[in-house]
């Protein structure tokens, strides 16, 4: 196999696999490098599986937006998996009257956007969502914001772009970028160097250190995220599910089982040993948000609890596009923990902008030069 | 956070062991179990165990499991039952689920003392009730008093396979074929054989081609396969049965190790996924230690051996007890423990063909592939021997390490000597005075008391019999060979019960002379 | 580099087999079939198969199908079964209804 | 054919709890207070615990000890609760299990 394509993307998770896939369908040839041993071992595999445009900064909602109308709705199909996409709204609940505040914010900054989202009021919720516990008073509703099963969807992407012939290698970690002639060229690993005519840092959390070696520092750090399923159970509802006080978030999946996300505020300063391990203290906080929305669930058996690092940006939108600095490099990182939903159209754009150098959605806000000091 | 200086996890032989010899040096030990009751799988062996008296040999294991029990709670071991960990964190935190709460502790030693889950294999049907693993059946009837079925096929002719297929014809089940796709029976020898003997049918070489049935098990056909394993068409045979059962190996259940971080391997020679961790149980991870089943597929005596040596070397890391003394009481250990790794079925033979005894005596390859020594192999063998009037004959044809025979008898008749794998052999110039310990306490069931000059034309024979109903002295039924087939009519002349036989009753029956080197079990007829 | 790591390997197309409607993960009900075609669409970890298909997700968290899909997918991929490394264990290890992990015993 | 052992060679008379009825699906069973669900059942003659959700086929025992999780029913309302290692009780409640619900799938 020889260690040159047009492409070589570092990191093989969903956007990876996503722009590897969208790269290839263009005719380009490309290599993957992916650090770990599996396929989408990062965040990819690790998060609550919503496909939201509600909640987000205007910055990324066009191109979240995108997705959505274009990508999304016939992504089973394209990529020959079920990806469980369900695109039946999103409520962000709330029970307080300070909860209200923060998401009628949350509303006008959408709406101002073009972005099809509104208060609602607990009687309507509970139309929406009859499960929940009295103790919700309100929340925004975005009917067109949905979930999906990230598992699934990024093994799709990786296995139509490995049969488009992306070479796909798992195990190699990246240790250094090279710039050849004033060109980012060159991506060496422990045992191997790979050649591209670009390079896509889509390393996750992993990036800021492979970007260092060309001078670049994105400004992001790691936070840990945890997230539960349970065992399956009757359907009951097909909403995708956060909160104001961001206590849990999650849906039923199609299997039946409810995949919830949480936090116990210890997450930001968790001893990081290498590996993303959960806390004894996390998932039993999880249970006990979940219980305060759907009191129904808790008899419900937990199954299983993970973690996961996020790749938390300095003002929490990714890092997309190329770097003037050093050309050859284009950075697809820092998505913060809400990746997924965004993957698809952020991979095609991408790769519009390498194989086209144009592309359909306006990424200027995204790139890496939009860092600057407060004052 | 509650802390203690030793957490056990599983009450098990090995935890349990673990657990009293830690307390003993003074540490504050806690043992958490998933189950009801403790004893891992003590309480569902009702057969005597090998080994010699160190290792409890001819105890049967649910009572070893009591003694256990009463050691633990003499040395002040805190046992929690219906405790189930749920997971090891980070700094040997432990979770526990007890009742309707989870417990965090944490423990300045951890013992990850597990056990294994059993392995399956799949064929056609093999979802249908009825299909179950040997475990299930072993708990089923000797924890519940249920009988797993009525008529059960029985899949895996390792020890596990012929305990339990043995344990199924105790509790009354009829036991259609013993069945392995393996040429051999992987097996102790004697089990096989007093599985055989009772009319067993072994068919080595193979497989479960289907289970039958539309709600539940209804029949099962099986077939020879040849030696990659591939079914032999034209071989099929069928069985009526409710149950079939299936004793196909173990495998550690480490998934608590693999959580908690510990550097893992796949070793298939210790039965799959297993912590990388020194000869005492020290894993990778400091403070974490593992004994028993889940740092290798052995037999509950070790477990026991390997659960003490784990106690000691977590007192001995926790400033309990110096190391010259943690030294000097390994050195005992060491031995016990390399004791029961020798002969035939030591780990280190496996899957080796052994064609001689050590004695230099050629196998039975009769019993190998039906489960029985042939009448013309057996004379071979150091413990047959004839004699005028009562004498032992020791139908013992492999080296296993055992040697509860050799001290049972009181006069001195059998003679096994230093080396536990040795065959038993009859003491030159001893007498046999009939007392019928030997029989009793082996716990192989491979001793019988044997006059050939009983009375005129006839013989008597003493087999062990642990069988419900007790056949009466004066009935009249049929002699099986071992083979498990009718010899000839034979009467029941005696049935002993005492104490010390511990539950092996021992039945003498008259047959006519020719036959008493091959009758060797009574049936009703 | 080990066998598994070069995703672009050739391991022949896929063959159907007599066998492959059996089940082999009995709580989530996938075939054998099922985990065979996931090694030829690139599932080449157990860890990966599992997140595709589901393997040992299920209500035992793969404590009955484990070493049976490991083998199965070792067979396909050519390669010994110690050379997969099993999918990670996770927290709990037995089910556990949520109003009893919420209450953590003070 | 009588599935309960009355004495066992080994280990004679087994020791029961007190002698309790519950019901399976509409029919009224006898147990003993303590042994698990599965054995009472089995005790009865009644091997299909539950119809799984894809397939619809029938499961029972396998396991035994709590780990298999393939003899789950719907016990006193509640689904998928392993009866092998759930205690039985006086009067209680335990239904086939339909994928994950008591209702046979043409009622869901």
């Known amino acids: 196999m020889s260690n040159c394509a047009e492409v070589v993307i570092i990191g093989g998770g969903i956007i990876g696999c996503a722009t590897a896939y969208y790269l290839a369908k263009k005719g380009t040839s490309v290599i993957v490098l992916e650090g770990s041993d599996h396929i989408g071992n990062g965040g990819s595999s690790r998060n609550g599986g919503g496909v939201r445009q509600s909640g987000r900064d205007p910055r990324e909602l066009p191109l979240v937006m995108y997705g959505i109308n274009h990508y999304w709705p016939t992504l089973s199909e394209e990529l020959e998996v079920d990806c469980e996409y369900h695109q039946d709204g999103n409520l962000r609940l709330g029970k307080t009257e300070k909860h209200l505040q923060i998401l009628q914010g949350l509303t006008d900054r959408a709406v101002a956007v073009g972005l099809d989202v509104r208060m609602i009021d607990s009687d309507e919720v509970r139309a929406i969502n009859p499960y929940l516990s009295e103790e919700v008073i309100g929340a925004s509703w975005c009917p067109t914001d949905g979930h999906a099963n990230p598992l699934t969807t990024t093994l799709g992407y990786y296995k139509m772009a490995r049969r488009l012939g992306v070479h796909f290698i798992t195990g190699e970690k990246v240790k250094e970028l090279r710039k050849i002639k004033g060109k980012l060229r060159q991506v060496i690993t422990e045992n191997n160097v790979y050649e591209g005519e670009t390079v896509v840092l889509a390393a996750g959390l992993d990036s800021r250190q492979i970007a260092a070696t060309v001078g670049i520092d994105i400004p992001m750090q790691a936070a840990m995220l945890e997230a539960l399923v349970t065992e399956a159970e009757p359907h009951m509802f097909d909403q995708m599910l956060g909160t104001a006080e961001a206590d849990f978030y999650g849906h039923q999946t199609k299997h039946g089982s409810f995949v919830f996300g949480g936090s116990s505020g210890l997450e930001g300063f968790t001893k990081d040993n290498g590996t993303p391990v959960t806390n004894s203290l996390t998932a039993p906080c999880i249970c006990r948000g979940i219980m305060k929305y759907f009191p129904i669930l808790s008899d419900a058996k937990i199954v299983r609890t993970w973690a996961g690092w996020m790749d938390k940006v300095v003002d929490g939108v990714p890092v997309l596009g190329n770097v003037e600095e050093v050309p050859g490099l284009v950075l697809a990182c820092g998505f913060t923990g809400h990746g997924f939903g965004i993957a698809p159209s952020a991979a095609s754009q991408l790769a519009e902008l390498i194989v086209d150098g144009t592309t359909h959605v306006d990424l200027t806000d995204l790139r890496y030069d939009r860092f600057k000091a407060k004052i | 956070m509650k802390r203690y200086d030793l957490i056990i996890v599983g009450a098990g032989p090995s935890g349990l062991s673990a657990a009293i010899e830690a307390a003993r040096r003074g540490l504050n030990v806690v043992v958490f179990d998933e189950n009801e009751k403790p004893g891992g799988q003590l309480f569902k062996q009702i057969h005597k165990f090998f080994g010699s008296k160190e290792h409890k040999a001819k105890i049967r294991g649910f009572v070893i499991g009591e003694q256990l029990l009463k050691e633990a709670d003499e040395a002040g071991v805190e046992v929690v039952l219906n405790a189930t960990v749920i997971g090891l964190y980070q700094d040997k935190e432990v979770v526990v689920r007890i009742g309707e709460a989870v417990h965090h502790y944490k423990g300045d030693a951890v013992i990850i003392a597990t056990g294994a889950s059993e392995n399956m294999v799949t064929f056609d049907g093999w979802t249908l009730p009825g299909v179950i693993g040997a475990g299930a059946a072993q708990t089923m009837m000797n924890l519940h008093g249920v009988k797993p079925g009525n008529k059960v096929l029985m899949l895996g002719s390792g020890n596990v396979g012929l305990v339990v297929s043995f344990q199924l014809l105790q509790c009354g089940c009829e036991v259609v074929a013993l069945v392995d796709a393996a040429p051999k029976v992987g097996g102790y020898g004697v089990h096989a054989a007093k599985v055989a003997r009772t009319g067993v049918p072994f068919y080595l070489s193979h497989t479960i081609v289907k289970a039958e049935g539309e709600e539940c098990v209804t029949g099962v056909t099986i077939a020879e396969v040849d030696s990659h394993f591939q079914f032999i068409p034209g071989t099929e045979k069928h069985f009526d049965v409710d149950t079939i059962c299936l004793a196909v190996g173990l495998s550690p259940m480490s998934q608590l190790l693999k959580m908690a971080g510990c550097e893992m391997e796949d070793n298939p020679k210790r039965g799959g996924q297993v912590p990388i961790c020194d000869e005492y149980g020290r894993t990778s991870l400091p403070g974490v230690f593992v004994a028993g089943d889940v740092s290798g597929i052995e037999e509950a005596s070790s477990a026991m051996i390997e659960g003490r040596m784990a106690g000691i070397v977590a007192a001995e890391y926790l400033g309990y007890m110096e190391k010259e003394e943690l030294d000097s009481n390994l050195v005992d250990l060491d031995k016990a423990l390399d004791g029961l790794r020798q002969g035939m079925f030591a780990p280190k033979n496996r899957g080796k063909d052994i064609e001689t005894t050590d004695e230099g005596i050629p196998v039975s390859k009769n019993l190998l592939k039906h489960g029985f020594v042939a009448d013309d192999e057996i004379e071979r063998f150091p413990g047959v021997t004839h004699a005028k009037g009562i004498h032992p004959v020791m139908e013992c044809t492999q080296n296993i390490p055992c040697n509860p025979c050799q001290d049972a008898c009181p006069k001195h008749c059998i003679r096994i000597g230093s080396n536990i794998t040795a065959l038993p052999a009859v003491e030159e110039g001893s007498e046999c005075v009939g007392c019928g310990m030997c029989v009793a306490s082996c716990s192989g069931q491979a001793i019988f008391l044997v006059d050939e000059t009983y009375e005129e034309g006839y013989a008597s024979i003493t087999i062990p019999y642990e069988f419900l109903p007790l056949p009466e002295v004066g009935a009249k039924g049929n002699a099986l060979g071992r083979d498990g087939k009718k010899v000839c009519d034979a009467e029941v002349i005696s049935v002993k019960s005492i104490p010390a036989f511990d539950k092996t009753n021992l039945l003498t029956m008259k047959v006519p002379t020719e036959y008493a080197m091959k009758a060797r079990f009574y049936k009703e007829a | 580099m080990n066998q598994v790591n070069d995703r672009s390997r050739d391991i022949g197309a896929f063959v159907p087999a007599p066998d492959d409607d059996m089940i082999i993960c009995r709580c989530e009900e996938i075939t054998k079939g099922e985990i065979r075609k996931a090694v030829h669409d690139g599932m080449f970890t157990m860890t990966e198969i599992r997140r595709y298909l589901r393997t040992g997700m299920g209500l035992c968290q793969g404590q009955t199908c484990a070493k049976l899909v490991k083998g199965i997918v070792a067979r396909e991929l050519g390669i010994s079964p110690a050379e997969l490394e099993p999918a990670t264990s996770r927290v709990p290890m037995r089910p556990i209804e949520m109003h009893i992990f919420a209450n953590e015993a003070k | ?108």
Do not use: W
């Open chain 4, 1 to 108: 054919m009588e599935s309960r052992i009355a004495e066992h060679p080994i280990l004679g008379v087994p020791e029961k709890g007190k002698k309790v009825t519950f019901t399976y699906n509409d029919t009224q069973v006898e147990g003993y207070e303590g042994e698990p669900i599965a054995a009472a059942l089995k005790a009865a003659g009644l091997m299909v615990h539950r119809y799984t959700k894809k397939e619809h086929k029938p499961r029972g025992i396998f396991c035994a000890i709590g780990r298999c999780t393939d003899c789950v029913m719907v016990v006193d309302g509640k689904p998928n609760i392993r009866t092998c290692v759930t205690p039985l009780k006086e009067g209680m409640k335990v239904q086939t299990q339909y994928g994950v619900s008591d209702k046979p799938f043409a009622e869901q």
